[in-house]
């Protein structure tokens, strides 16, 4: 039987990704007989609160890939307006393709299946440099990251990143 697409072209992605690391993450497989979930060790950005940290998250795959984005869920803990208290994380790239039914986001903002895993995860990594208070996931981290950065969200955020070292 034959491999679908989509396992054709997460198992590409995937070979590009070991064979040329790109800085800031690295992925692998959860599983090696599974390419539909992925983990991703990602590196918190230099210069950003979160620098010095490794969060681990995983990427699940739908069959349909890239039809539709995958789904991605931080497995460390982290404090962050666009990844709600379970983990998941919320950026319009991760959205299904189409008209947002709340006029948030512009098609183009959403998934398109010329994204890839690279493209998600520096996605991700910007995410974490520069939040979007203003569609947040944590409404309560967003509140934080807007009226005490330097405080309360700071606090929060550095103790994600001790934990995150001892993980």
């Given at each position: 039987?034959?491999?679908?697409?989509?396992?054709?072209?997460?198992?590409?992605?995937?070979?590009?990704?070991?064979?040329?690391?790109?800085?800031?993450?690295?992925?692998?497989?959860?599983?090696?007989?599974?390419?539909?979930?992925?983990?991703?060790?990602?590196?918190?950005?230099?210069?950003?609160?979160?620098?010095?940290?490794?969060?681990?998250?995983?990427?699940?795959?739908?069959?349909?890939y890239p039809?539709?984005?995958?789904?991605?869920k931080f497995?460390?803990?982290?404090?962050?307006?666009?990844?709600?208290?379970?983990?998941?994380?919320?950026?319009?790239?991760?959205?299904?393709?189409?008209?947002?039914?709340?006029?948030?986001?512009?098609?183009?903002?959403?998934?398109?299946?010329?994204?890839?895993?690279?493209?998600?995860?520096?996605?991700?990594?910007?995410?974490?440099?520069?939040?979007?208070?203003?569609?947040?996931?944590?409404?309560?981290?967003a509140k934080?990251?807007?009226?005490?950065?330097?405080?309360?969200?700071?606090?929060?955020?550095?103790?994600?990143?001790?934990?995150?070292?001892?993980?």
């Open positions: 039987m034959t491999e679908p697409r989509s396992a054709l072209l997460l198992r590409r992605q995937l070979t590009e990704l070991n064979k040329s690391p790109v800085d800031g993450f690295s992925a692998g497989l959860i599983r090696d007989n599974d390419l539909y979930r992925w983990e991703v060790m990602i590196i918190g950005p230099p210069d950003t609160l979160y620098e010095g940290g490794v969060f681990k998250a995983h990427l699940t795959f739908p069959k349909d039809l539709r984005p995958p789904k991605m497995i460390t803990d982290i404090w962050h307006p666009n990844v709600d208290k379970n983990g998941d994380v919320c950026i319009s790239i991760l959205h299904e393709p189409g008209e947002d039914k709340y006029g948030y986001e512009k098609p183009e903002e959403r998934w398109l299946p010329i994204h890839t895993v690279e493209t998600i995860m520096i996605s991700v990594i910007s995410m974490l440099a520069d939040p979007n208070s203003d569609s947040p996931a944590n409404v309560d981290a934080e990251w807007r009226e005490d950065r330097d405080g309360e969200f700071k606090g929060k955020v550095a103790r994600c990143v001790r934990k995150s070292q001892d993980d």
